[in-house]
T-cell receptor, first 114, second 110 residues
Framework: EPEVTQTPSHQVTQMGQEVILRCVPI?????FYWYRQILGQKVEFLVS????????KSEIFDDQFSVERPDGSNFTLKIRSTKLEDSAMYFC????????????FGSGTRLTVV | GESVGLHLPTLSVQEGDNSIINCAYS??????FIWYKQESGKGPQFIID?????DKRQGQRVTVLLNKTVKHLSLQIAATQPGDSAVYFC?????????FGKGTMLLVSP
């Protein structure tokens, strides 16, 4: 079964450092998403991406965040200057179509900011 | 009921029992609802979905019920198995986003 692959599985970074979280969506999917989950809390939407541009973003997705599809397979989330409160699981997801909510999620990257 | 911070509502059942997990949603205009299962250390996994023009939808061992009058969604799992132990989230579908609820932990004892 096709999978969304995320790397690394764990990332520890110093406060103020930049991090890049990487995702390889399913190859025939056109819509890509980042969600995050702070420990013990619900999954929260960050951003959706289609046709090389952001479709929607949440209030969480401020100027410190950016996304990019640098080539035909990778989809990245960059946090420019990490804060302690950025510590969370970050999930990438992809879907075939905009109204197809049966997203496929990756297994996540656990980001710990110290 | 609602959970705060680290405290998730927990449903404990015996293997073979039927489980019912409930969810209250907030947006009366939502027209698409999904149940996700999240096992420890993994991402959410799609279980079943339902559109607002339906009251009930069945899958393999799972049934979703939608009551739009009271904005309530439920997931029924028949003959619950230890492998069903996980956190279950309901989610509302927006244009290109999902809004997740806070989750219920299902614990299945053999």
């Amino acid at each position: 079964e096709p999978e969304v692959t995320q790397t690394p599985s764990h990332q520890v970074t110093q406060m103020g450092q930049e991090v890049i979280l990487r995702c390889v969506p399913i190859s025939n999917h056109l819509y890509f998403y980042w969600y995050r989950q702070i420990l013990g809390q619900k999954v929260e939407f960050l951003v959706s991406f289609y046709n090389n541009e952001i479709s929607e973003k949440s209030e969480i997705f401020d100027d410190q965040f950016s996304v990019e599809r640098p080539d035909g397979s990778n989809f990245t989330l960059k946090i420019r200057s990490t804060k302690l409160e950025d510590s969370a699981m970050y999930f990438c997801a992809s879907s075939e179509a905009i109204l197809n909510y049966g997203y496929t999620f990756g297994s996540g990257t656990r980001l710990t900011v110290v | 009921g609602e959970s705060v911070g680290l405290h998730l509502p927990t449903l404990s059942v015996q293997e073979g029992d039927n489980s019912i997990i409930n969810c209250a949603y907030s947006n009366s205009a939502s027209d698409y609802f999904i149940w996700y299962k999240q096992e420890s250390g993994k991402g959410p996994q799609f279980i079943i979905d339902i559109r607002s023009n339906m009251d009930k939808r069945q899958g393999q061992r799972v049934t979703v019920l939608l009551n739009k009058t009271v904005k309530h969604l439920s997931l029924q799992i028949a003959a619950t198995q230890p492998g069903d132990s996980a956190v279950y989230f309901c989610a509302e579908g927006g244009y290109s986003t999902l809004t997740f609820g806070k989750g219920t932990m299902l614990l299945v004892s053999p």
